[in-house]
């Protein structure tokens, strides 16, 4: 090769050691980035394995105080609590119960790591519903917005009253946000926070989430949830929940949705999560268990990706594995 075929701009420079590619990194992970979500089923005497999530269970209480103090020293700083009753009826009577198994598992975790991690907690009505809707049903099976917006206020308040720190609105109910920080500050809990689910799909990868708690939905969420062909809905709901009172605001599913989380990043000032879910967790252990794919690269090339899309927060299964990769 002549002196002037020679290339003149060489970026593998760049990529020689790899010291040198630790300092010109664009994006970091890092474990204070990750929120592990978390189960906590009522009436079992010993930690159940969900099948079609390998390494994560439903938990005991006293098996779930266990695992947040192990997530505290593992470095991440926050989990998502869902919480799995023995009884069910049509309005989810158990979520606003302040002895429901989730509100006493909040009190659990803020006693044990409420110094040390950010406590939130799924609030939604489908865990609690007999019928597996995220709301109450009118009499032909419709779900009513309206009614509910009253459910998710209650069961925001004894969320509060139990210590949680972040509520995570997930029903996609029309106006749920104001409702909650109206209740909320009525109830003089000024100072607990809303992360918002504001942008969430009707997606086909919740399949494993729905064993994970016991799911007695029939049918599917298409009308509250968005439709996976919505990019610009995206974004109008993220900043709705804004205008609402969300001090956070989230993107779920997140590896489908990179693109709609590029463009809420892109034009709001809260903190942005996204939420890697089961079957995007249940799809690398698979593939992993077959000798198909390298695990452990491909966990944080995964999580990554998400944050290199514009995610401040990544929720994920694997947040106490990953903390511990990348230490």
């Known amino acids: 090769m002549s002196e002037l075929e020679r290339p003149v701009v060489r970026p593998r420079r760049l990529r020689t050691t790899p010291a040198m590619r630790e300092l010109v990194a664009e994006t970091t992970l890092r474990p204070a980035q990750l929120v592990l979500p978390m189960f906590v089923r009522e009436g079992i005497a010993e930690p159940k394995p969900i ?17 947040v103090v ?15 009753p023995e009884h069910k009826d049509a309005l989810g009577s ?28 799924d609030l939604c009505l489908d865990e609690f519903t007999d019928h597996g809707h995220c709301g109450v049903l009118t009499r032909d099976g419709r779900v009513d917005n309206d009614t ?21 609105p997930s029903g996609m109910m029309d106006g749920q946000v104001a409702v909650i920080r109206d209740a909320l500050d009525g109830a003089g809990h000024a100072d607990t926070g809303i992360l918002a689910y504001s ?44 205008e609402q009172g969300a001090d956070m605001v989230m993107v779920k ?29 249940a799809m690398v252990e698979a593939a992993a268990a077959n000798g198909w794919i390298d ?11 998400i944050r290199r899309a514009g995610a401040d927060i990544v929720l994920t299964y694997w947040a106490v594995e990953a903390a511990r990769l990348i230490g």
């Open 253 to 281: 599913p997140a590896l489908a949705y990179l693109d709609v989380l590029r463009r809420v990043r892109e034009v709001v000032d809260v903190p942005v999560a996204a939420y890697n879910i089961s079957g995007e967790y």
């Open 94 to 121: 158990g979520a606003t119960d302040p002895d429901g198994i989730l509100n006493r598992a909040i009190a659990d975790v803020v006693a044990e790591v409420g110094n040390d991690l950010v406590v939130m907690a």
């Open 199 to 242: 942008a969430k799909y009707a997606s086909a990868f919740y399949g494993p989430f729905r064993e994970a708690v016991d799911s007695s939905l029939e049918g599917d969420r298409r009308t509250y949830q968005q439709d996976p062909r919505n990019g610009r809905e995206g974004v109008a709901e993220a900043l709705l929940d804004i």
């Open 148 to 168: 509910t917006l009253q459910r998710y206020a209650d069961m925001a308040v004894v969320q509060a009253a139990a210590g949680v720190d972040l509520v995570g």
């Open 295 to 305: 695990r452990e690269p491909a966990i944080i090339e995964t999580l990554t990706s």
């Open 51 to 67: 099948s079609s999530m390998p390494g994560v269970d439903q938990h005991t209480r006293d098996s779930l105080r266990k695992a």
């Open 70 to 84: 192990e997530a505290a020293e593992a470095g991440i700083k926050g989990v998502m609590l869902f919480g799995i």
